[in-house]
């Protein structure tokens, strides 16, 4: 059995293939609201929130004017946005339906608050806030108890 990873490891950034970076760029910055940090030529960008260096590349090197896999297939299921507070996450709510984009699913986990759409390219999109830890769902035994079921989406903008 292997050690551990270090506690305090985190996903530093995904990297998207996309088949069209201006469309990519219209809905991770225009929609969502990232902004570009920074551009390598038509071909591929970087945008973060906060002034990070990035959170979130795309490019067109091997995928330009492609379409998405077929169902059925490999690949990235979803790349999931973590918001600070509910607020935060109403306030994403607000920028999706303002871009008329279809939510596939809102769940509530217990553990977190989630959205789920795609992206221009087909690429599943989660949109989330956590609970704090203490307010997390637990079995009689004390172990973590998941769950899902219908997050309620009038109550969430309310607090946009």
Known sequence: MSEPIHPQTRIGHVHLKVADLERALAFYCGVLGFALTQRYGAQAAFVSAGGYHHHIGLNTWESAGGSPPPPGHTGLYHLAILYPDRAALA????????????????????????????????????????????????????????????????GLRAEA
């Open 91 to 154: 306030d994403a709510l607000r920028r999706v339906e303002a871009a008329s984009i279809a939510l596939d699913g809102a769940s509530d986990h217990g553990v977190s608050e989630a959205l789920y759409l795609r992206d221009p390219d087909g690429n599943g999109v989660e949109l989330y806030r956590d609970r704090p830890e203490a307010e997390w769902p637990r079995d009689a035994q004390g172990q973590l108890a998941m769950l899902t079921r219908r997050l309620d989406l009038a």
